[in-house]
């Protein structure tokens, strides 16, 4: 029989970091793979606040991330703790640099690195998938389905946008 543990705070932290990091890749998203959503008013909203959900993304995924270093007493100078914590570390790093320059000050000085910089959010989204996949693995709790479920679609619209494009540019 498999047994679901209820998620302690930092993993419900952690969780809503997700949704909230998956609510701001859907907008683009959505736009190239469900051409009808541009009409629609949620894709709109949620582009209109995209930066805003992304900030809220990172501040929960730093409670997270401090609270089980404080939690396990996880030291960084092992370099064997490091490397299992890796891909965890360079999405905390990505999500540090994207809620940064999420402001009108960062967009106007930055121009058009500002774009390139942000895309940096899709190789966060494959880091994430790492993340979930690897820690949540043998630790099961009701948020870790909804979790995969959540990066493993987004991944996967994500791949169905790009090769969308690529037919597009192709054509």
Do not use: C
């Not at 693995?137 to 969308?164: D, F, K, Q, V």
Request: a positive charge; hydrophobic letters at 50%.
């Amino acid at each position: 029989m498999i047994m679901i543990d209820s998620p302690p705070i930092e993993n419900s932290l952690g969780f809503l970091a997700l949704v909230s990091y998956v609510i701001t890749l859907m907008p683009s998203i959505a736009r190239v793979v469900f051409p009808k959503s541009k009409k629609s008013l949620l894709p709109k909203l949620l582009l209109k606040k995209r930066r805003l959900i992304g900030v809220l993304a990172f501040l929960f995924a730093f409670l997270h991330g401090w609270l089980l270093i404080h939690k396990r007493h996880i030291d960084f100078a092992d370099l064997k703790t490091s490397w299992v914590y890796s891909q965890g570390i360079a999405t905390m790093v990505i999500f540090t640099l994207l809620a940064a320059t999420s402001n009108d000050w960062s967009v106007k000085a930055l121009k058009k690195n500002w774009k390139q910089l942000h895309r940096l959010t899709y190789i966060a989204m494959f880091l994430l998938t790492w993340h979930v996949w690897d820690k949540m693995s043998g630790h099961w709790t009701y948020i870790t389905p909804i979790s995969m479920a959540a990066i493993l679609t987004i991944t996967t619209l994500y791949i169905i946008r790009l090769w969308r494009e690529r037919k597009t540019l192709n054509q």
